[in-house]
């Protein structure tokens, strides 16, 4: 059996799928956030949501489903606040559209108070609750940050990693090696400086032709 230690350090290179816990249950979860009537993860419950959607499990009418009728009520009045906040960022996915499409004229007017709340930011009353706009707005943009840097992360990942290989199509390893240490400005051998003179430089030229260049891009998409 594999080792579970080994299990948690490969997921923590970036091997997820080898993780070796249980995989999470959104919808238990977002139900155990409404039953707890903890003000301070309800505040935390749009960007649960959000995160949890993405889930290709995730169904409302399931998750309401798990709730007792009062904690319906608080899962209904959390889901407009969400709707609000989404609405504020100017955010819309599928399943958003789906669930205001069944709006009453009243969830509907509930949702355009939130809105004014959250832009003059008054305080936004959500059930007995009262939830300070501040807060939410500022928790909500903290998450859109991580998401951003880890997005920026990931892409920065795929270019170098699409970068090597395209380097590997057309130089040596050792060809491939100088060029990375010439780009860096790294020092050169009198070897090194007249081996890339004489054979790296003339691919460097070459694909740095503009007509060249032009005719790839043609080419790579026929």
């Known amino acids: ?46 960007v649960v949501l959000l995160n949890a959607a993405k889930d290709s499990n995730f169904d409302l009418d399931d998750l309401n489903s798990k709730l007792a009728a009062a904690d319906k009520k608080r899962l209904r009045a959390l889901l407009l606040l969400s709707l609000a906040l989404y609405e504020h960022y100017h955010l819309s996915t599928p399943w958003m559209n789906r669930f ?39 928790m909500f943009e903290l998450y859109f940050e991580k998401e951003a840097k880890a997005t920026k992360a990931q892409k920065e990942k795929y270019d170098e990693l699409s970068l090597e290989h395209a380097l590997s199509q ?8 100088l060029l990375k240490k010439k780009y860096a400005g790294e020092p050169l051998t009198k070897t090194e400086r007249e081996y890339y003179s004489r054979t790296v430089r003339k691919k460097v030229v070459a694909l740095a032709n503009a007509g060249l260049h032009r005719m790839a891009q043609q080419l790579a998409q026929q």
Do not use: C, I, Y
């Open 100 to 138: 205001k499409a069944a709006f009453s004229s009243d969830e509907k007017t509930a949702v355009k108070r939130l809105r004014t709340s959250l832009a003059n930011s008054d305080p936004l009353q959500v059930g007995h609750e009262r939830f300070d706009a501040e807060r939410l707005k500022k």
């Open 170 to 177: 057309l130089f040596s390893p050792k060809q491939k090696e």
């Open 1 to 46: 059996m594999t080792n579970k230690t080994l299990l948690d350090r490969l997921s923590r290179l970036g091997l997820p799928l080898m993780n070796a816990e249980e995989s999470l249950d959104v919808k238990k979860t977002l139900a155990d956030v409404v039953k707890s009537r903890d003000p301070r993860l309800w505040e935390g419950f749009p």
